[in-house]
């Protein structure tokens, strides 16, 4: 319905073992180690780069998603509510003057690549905007965790994420659990709530993240985590990329639409790792990602 067959927060200061591979662009090694970044993905569930995109080229896409965003509030429909003044918004690509420059940066795909295998689909681009007054969200991953995590132990999506500002500890840092992709059971509400009984685990291990511009990371979304409160008076906004391997189905809670002519402007080497519909004309985007439960904060 959504797509043809050609076809969710925190860049991230690396830990101390990781520095040679995951610091700044300038003495990453041409060939990133894939060892290390399955290493990251499969033991914290997170990992990033920082310094990977110029702040110019970020400021335009603070400036596009401030555009995209009060478009998306003026529509019915057209902005998810994640909890108090925290919005969702799904986007079309050709709408992000940035797109290209995302997905063909090196790290990037060589992180698709490395965990996603090298017929990786990008399924997903939106933008999360906690604003002035968020509460903390519920503890939750982003989804109900797929067969192939739960039996198989294979991650088989992946969420990049790129702040447009300078996080600071007062605007509600992104938070995460490390190593709780791997955590499921009955008692998870939607496959996506733990139990409140599991909440001092999380706090036991969480970190919070406060990149820069020009940073970026790329989690297991099943990775448990939360915005918390934002009390200054300022959004932080942050890009979303959402890639599958082959075998996964999140595309079906999208709508990647290219039209005719941005379709053909594409390298075909692009557009195959791309998961759309060609339209005429770019059509509203129904946001059906909806995550049950973060209508509230949580204290």
Request: hydrophobic share 35%; aromatic share 8%.
């Amino acid at each position: 319905m959504r797509h043809n067959g050609h076809g969710h927060e925190a860049a991230l200061t690396p830990k101390q073992s990781n520095e040679g591979l995951l610091s700044t662009p300038q003495q990453v090694a041409p060939r990133y180690d894939t060892a290390a970044i399955m290493g990251g993905l499969y033991g914290d569930g997170i990992i990033g780069l920082k310094g990977a995109f110029e702040r110019s080229w970020v400021q335009q896409v603070g400036q596009d998603i401030k555009v995209l965003f009060q478009e998306a509030l003026a529509r019915p429909g057209g902005a998810l509510g994640r909890g108090p003044n925290r919005y969702y918004v799904e986007i079309h690509p050709e709408r992000l003057s940035g797109f290209l420059h995302l997905i063909t940066h090196p790290w990037v795909m060589a992180v698709c690549e490395a965990v996603l295998g090298p017929d990786y689909k990008i399924v997903e681009l939106g933008f999360d905007v906690p604003g002035p007054g968020a509460q903390n969200q519920p503890w939750h991953r982003d989804f109900p965790s797929p067969q192939e995590t739960l039996r198989g132990r294979r991650l088989n999506s992946l969420a990049f994420n790129l702040t447009t500002v300078d996080v600071t500890e007062d605007m509600g840092p992104f938070e995460i659990a490390p190593g709780t992709q791997w955590d499921a059971g009955p008692d998870f509400e939607h496959g996506m709530f733990p139990p409140k009984s599991h909440y001092p685990r999380y706090q036991e291990r969480a970190q919070r993240k406060m990149p820069k511009m020009g940073d970026i990371s790329a989690r297991s979304a099943l990775t448990i985590h939360r915005g918390t409160a934002n009390q200054s008076d300022k959004s932080r906004p942050v890009l979303v990329l959402g890639v599958d391997a082959p075998c996964a189905r999140n595309a079906d809670r999208h709508d990647l639409q290219l039209t005719r002519r941005y379709h053909d402007s594409l390298p075909p080497e692009v557009r195959r790792h791309l998961t759309y519909r060609v339209v005429e004309e770019l059509q509203p985007i129904e946001q059906v990602h909806t995550i049950e439960g973060l209508v509230m904060g949580d204290a």
